[in-house]
């Protein structure tokens, strides 16, 4: 049996150890693959969950503010409806008509202002306008309606066409608009606001200014809204950008890959 010569053991030596380093490396780089694709995962179910809570905190936020409404509206309201029906029915026979019909024309007003209060709060849900007739209506109508009552000037525009979008779509931009609404009224000292609609090849974008005191970004408390308005447009993979406006106070664009999908007749 012929012996290895020295040059052959080294070969087979270097060759040994080239193998066992490239091994090594493949080893490593599947290890720090994985601890990438472990972390990236970890991100996303960490990202995930965030939406999810801030979703949650909204939603528990609505009903909390449906049933503030509720009691201390409604709920006002039909205890003295059911006062007022047990005095009547303490009333005796004898008991003086002009009394007895007061007491119901003041029963009779206070359904009326019952039925008109829970109205308001149904419509303030999700108005028969948005579902019947679409967003750019349901937004304009809000605008009308909210100039009407804080005097201050608001303007709606509309650049996309007339068409109707997923329900999911509308109802989160009028959420939306309502939020920076009762924002900009609370916090902004705004004597103008201005909200349009424009219809891209890329997508829908929303874009919403006033010309009140603006903020700073890392200065803003969560009560603004800021983590419901994110939480909303993270459910529909869309991006929110909030910033000083260009000639002052707030600027906040939303865009979302969205197209119409129902043409208004």
Same mark, same amino acid.
């Given at each position: 049996?012929?012996? *290895?010569? !020295?040059?052959?053991?080294?070969?087979? %030596? +270097?060759?040994?150890?080239? &193998?066992?380093?490239?091994?090594?490396?493949?080893?490593?780089?599947?290890?720090?693959?994985?601890?990438? &694709?472990?972390?990236?995962?970890?991100?996303?179910?960490?990202?995930?969950?965030?939406?999810?809570?801030?979703?949650?905190?909204?939603?528990?936020?609505?009903?909390?503010?449906?049933?503030?409404?509720?009691?201390?509206?409604? $709920?006002?309201?039909?205890?003295? +409806?059911?006062?007022?029906?047990?005095?009547?029915?303490?009333?005796?026979?004898?008991?003086?008509?002009?009394?007895?019909?007061?007491?119901?024309?003041?029963?009779?007003?206070?359904?009326?202002?019952? +039925?008109?209060? %829970?109205?308001?709060? %149904?419509?303030?849900?999700? !108005? !028969?306008?948005?579902?019947?007739? $679409?967003?750019?209506?349901?937004?304009?109508?809000?605008?009308?309606?909210?100039?009407?009552?804080?005097?201050?000037?608001? +303007?709606?525009?509309?650049?996309?066409? $007339?068409?109707?979008?997923?329900?999911?779509?509308?109802?989160?931009?009028?959420?939306?608009?309502?939020?920076?609404?009762?924002?900009?009224?609370?916090?902004?000292?705004?004597?103008?606001?201005?909200?349009?609609?424009?219809?891209?090849?890329?997508?829908?974008?929303?874009?919403?200014?006033?010309?009140?005191?603006?903020?700073?970004?890392?200065?803003?408390? *969560?009560?603004? $809204?800021?983590?419901?308005?994110?939480?909303?447009?993270?459910?529909?993979?869309?991006? %929110?950008?909030?910033? *000083?406006?260009?000639?002052?106070?707030?600027?906040?664009?939303?865009?979302?890959?969205?197209?119409?999908?129902?043409?208004?007749?």
């Amino acid at each position: 049996m012929q012996t *290895p010569t !020295p040059d052959l053991i080294f070969v087979l %030596i +270097i060759g040994t150890t080239v &193998m066992v380093v490239l091994l090594v490396f493949i080893f490593v780089m599947v290890v720090l693959s994985q601890r990438r &694709m472990i972390n990236y995962q970890v991100a996303l179910h960490a990202s995930k969950q965030e939406v999810f809570k801030a979703v949650f905190e909204a939603q528990e936020g609505e009903r909390q503010r449906l049933a503030a409404d509720l009691h201390d509206s409604v $709920g006002q309201v039909l205890s003295v +409806i059911k006062l007022n029906l047990h005095r009547l029915k303490k009333m005796e026979a004898p008991a003086p008509l002009p009394a007895r019909q007061a007491l119901l024309a003041d029963t009779n007003s206070l359904t009326e202002d019952c +039925i008109n209060e %829970i109205r308001n709060i %149904i419509h303030n849900i999700l !108005p !028969p306008l948005l579902t019947d007739y $679409g967003l750019v209506a349901a937004l304009q109508h809000l605008a009308t309606k909210m100039e009407k009552a804080t005097g201050l000037r608001i +303007i709606f525009r509309a650049e996309q066409g $007339g068409g109707r979008y997923a329900r999911e779509v509308e109802v989160a931009l009028y959420r939306v608009t309502q939020e920076l609404l009762n924002n900009a009224l609370k916090h902004a000292r705004a004597t103008v606001i201005e909200f349009s609609l424009q219809q891209h090849a890329t997508g829908l974008v929303f874009t919403f200014t006033d010309n009140g005191v603006g903020f700073e970004r890392d200065k803003v408390t *969560p009560g603004q $809204g800021l983590k419901n308005l994110e939480s909303r447009v993270a459910l529909l993979h869309g991006e %929110i950008k909030l910033g *000083p406006g260009p000639g002052g106070g707030t600027l906040t664009q939303v865009q979302l890959q969205a197209q119409p999908a129902v043409e208004v007749t």
